[in-house]
């Protein structure tokens, strides 16, 4: 009788640990974090047709969110790009980024591109920027920036908020 008792109580036990464990890993894979409202919620227009060749509508409006981007956070982050980039209107070692938000990715005239960017094409939107500026070398592989990239999220959102501030 009291093996009995003794293998129930491990069952239960046991269960209840694998829960928990379940539940631990779970929240660890699915994380739901805070969504921003206002300025941090971005709409943007996608390019028209869809996958596969399916009809879609001309435009679809896509909202990106970026956080909680400050733009005055992201000019003294901004602070580790000033080195090679210029918001004034002049290229320098990497060319101007005041305007860089919806403008032609490798547009900026007199700045000798890669041809990685030269190829590329698109524009450069939040997306692009925020992917760009997480790992450079592996977003365009074969472009001339020499900068490993804004690890940390925050920090893009922020930069992303100060391109945006000074692109419009």
């Known amino acids: 009788m009291f093996k009995n008792i003794l293998k129930a109580v491990v069952g239960v036990v ?3 640990l694998f829960l928990i464990v379940v539940s631990k890993a779970s929240d660890a894979l699915f994380t739901l974090k805070a969504q921003p409202t206002g300025e941090n919620v971005v709409a943007m227009t996608a390019a ?3 996958a596969g060749g399916d009809a ?3 435009e679809e409006e896509v909202a990106v969110v970026l956080g909680a981007g400050d733009a005055a956070k992201g000019e003294k982050v901004f ?3 000033k080195a090679c980039h210029k918001v004034d209107g002049t290229n320098a ?3 101007h ?7 032609a990715v490798g547009s900026v005239a007199d700045f000798a591109y890669s041809d990685g960017v030269k190829a590329h094409g698109g524009v450069w939107t939040i997306e692009m920027l925020d992917a760009w500026l997480a790992k450079p070398k592996d977003y365009i592989p ?3 920036m020499a900068f490993a990239g804004l690890p940390k999220d925050e920090d893009r959102y922020n930069v992303i908020a100060y391109l945006q501030s000074i692109s419009q």
């Not at 980024?97 to 403008?103: C, N, P, S």
Request: proline share 12%.
């Open 14 to 16: 046991g269960a209840g």
């Open 142 to 144: 074969g472009n001339k």
């Open 56 to 58: 879609a509508p001309a």
């Open 93 to 95: 070692t990497g060319p």
């Open 48 to 50: 028209p047709g869809g």
């Open 97 to 103: 980024l005041d305007g860089v938000v919806g403008r």
């Open 79 to 81: 602070g580790k790009c």
